[in-house]
C-alpha cells in the first residue's frame, strides 16, 4: 500500500491518485481554500511535499494552461484528504489526478490531515518520502540550488512602455510579470545567475522575484543585486527576492519551524494600524535587519519579519506575494510604489 514516511519513522497509509512513482522532499503544509492549480504550479514550491490542509481538493478540476503559474507543476508531491474526481467548472480542461499522472507527479489520500499539519507545527519542517512500490532515501532539497531548476534559462523581453523593468527570475510566478505588464512596464526576464549589471542592460530598475530553497543558495544573484544596489537603481524584492536583498545588503536570514504558505496570513504595516491579509509561499525568513534598512511589514501571528525597506535609497521588499494568485488583492498597491520609484 502507498505511504508516506516521515524522516522519524511516522507513517501514513494512503491511496494514490496521480502518478505511481515514489519521491522523496520536505514536507508543507498550505491552509489555502482555493487556488490548488495556482499554487501546484509555483516555482517557490519546488522540493516540496505538499499537504493541502482544506479537505476537498480537485472539485474544479484544472484550468487551461493560461492560468498557471508556471508551464509545469512544481511540487514533488501532493497529499489531500479527499479527492475529487468529477469537477464542475465550465474552464475545466482536465482532472487533477490526470493532470498529476501527465506531470509525473505521485500524490496520496490520507483523510487525516489534520493530523499531519498538527505534526508538522508541533515538531517544524520535516523530510517525507511518498513510497509506491520502490523504497527510495530521504533527500533534503534545501541542501541544492533549488532556484537553477526552476529558473528560466535565457533572457526574454515582453510589453512596452516607457519604464524597464528587469525581473531577476528565482522562480518567478507569471502573476507578477502580468502585475508589471498591466502598469505598461517593459519587463527583460533574465536568469538567475545572469549579470544584468555588467551586461550592459537599460533598464530604470531591478524586480528579484520568488522561489524555492534556501536565499544563501543563490550566491550569484545575492553578488549581482548588490551591484545593482552599488548603482543605487531601484530595486523591489518578492518573497525569496525579499531575503537576497538583505543578504545582498548585508542581513542575514533563517529557516523558519514550518514556514508560511496560504492565502489568509495578516501583516501589519509598521508605523500604522492597517492590517493586510496576504499570499504567502516560503520556508525561510530574514533574521538581521541589513545596515540602512528598516523593518516594513511584520507576520500579526508570529511577529517575524514581512518586509524591508532602505531609509534613503530607492530599494524595498516584501515577503509575502502582492501579485496573491491565488489569494487576496489588498497589496497590489505595491507594484504601484515600485513603478512610481523608476
Not at 29 to 39: Q, V, W
Amino acid at each position: 500500500m502507498p505511504e508516506l514516511i516521515f524522516q522519524d519513522g511516522t507513517r501514513f497509509a494512503g491511496e494514490s491518485f496521480g502518478y505511481d512513482a515514489s519521491v522523496a522532499g520536505e514536507i508543507a503544509f498550505t491552509t489555502g481554500m482555493m487556488g490548488y492549480p495556482e499554487s501546484l504550479t509555483d516555482p517557490s514550491f519546488a522540493g516540496q511535499v505538499l499537504a493541502m490542509s482544506y479537505p476537498l481538493i480537485g472539485s474544479y478540476g484544472v484550468p487551461p494552461r493560461d492560468e498557471w503559474e508556471s508551464s509545469r507543476i512544481q511540487v514533488s508531491g501532493l497529499i489531500v484528504a479527499n479527492y475529487i474526481d468529477t469537477p464542475s467548472h465550465y474552464r475545466s480542461t482536465q482532472t487533477l489526478g490526470a493532470w498529476l499522472k501527465a506531470q509525473h507527479v505521485p500524490a496520496l489520500i490520507i483523510p487525516d490531515t489534520r493530523h499531519i499539519v498538527q505534526k508538522i507545527r508541533d515538531k517544524g519542517a520535516a523530510l517525507v518520502k511518498i513510497r509506491m512500490k520502490k523504497d527510495i532515501d530521504f533527500t533534503d532539497p534545501n541542501a541544492t540550488n533549488l532556484v537553477a531548476r526552476v529558473s528560466a534559462e535565457e533572457v526574454s523581453m515582453s510589453g512596452s512602455g516607457r519604464k524597464t523593468v528587469v525581473l531577476v527570475d528565482c522562480g518567478a510566478k507569471e502573476n507578477i510579470v502580468w502585475e508589471l505588464l498591466k502598469r505598461h512596464v517593459k519587463v527583460i526576464r533574465v536568469p538567475w545567475d545572469y549579470d544584468f549589471v555588467g551586461k550592459g542592460l537599460a533598464f530604470d530598475g531591478v524586480l528579484v522575484s520568488n522561489g524555492p530553497g534556501d536565499p544563501k543558495q543563490v550566491t550569484q544573484t545575492i553578488f549581482h543585486v548588490k551591484k545593482a544596489m552599488e548603482r543605487r537603481i531601484p530595486i523591489f524584492g518578492i518573497c525569496l527576492g525579499n531575503q537576497i536583498l538583505a543578504l545582498a545588503a548585508g542581513g542575514d536570514t533563517y529557516k523558519l519551524k514550518f514556514g508560511h504558505r496560504g492565502q489568509n496570513q495578516p501583516c501589519n504595516l509598521i508605523g500604522t494600524s492597517r492590517c493586510y491579509i496576504t499570499t504567502q509561499n516560503h520556508g525561510f525568513a530574514i533574521g538581521k535587519m541589513p545596515p540602512g534598512f528598516s523593518p516594513w511589514f511584520v507576520n500579526a501571528n508570529d511577529g517575524t519579519n514581512e518586509g524591508i525597506r532602505h531609509k534613503t535609497l530607492p530599494f524595498m521588499s516584501v515577503q509575502f506575494h502582492p501579485e496573491a494568485a491565488p489569494g487576496p488583492l489588498d497589496t497590489t498597491w505595491l507594484f504601484d510604489e515600485f513603478v512610481a520609484s523608476l
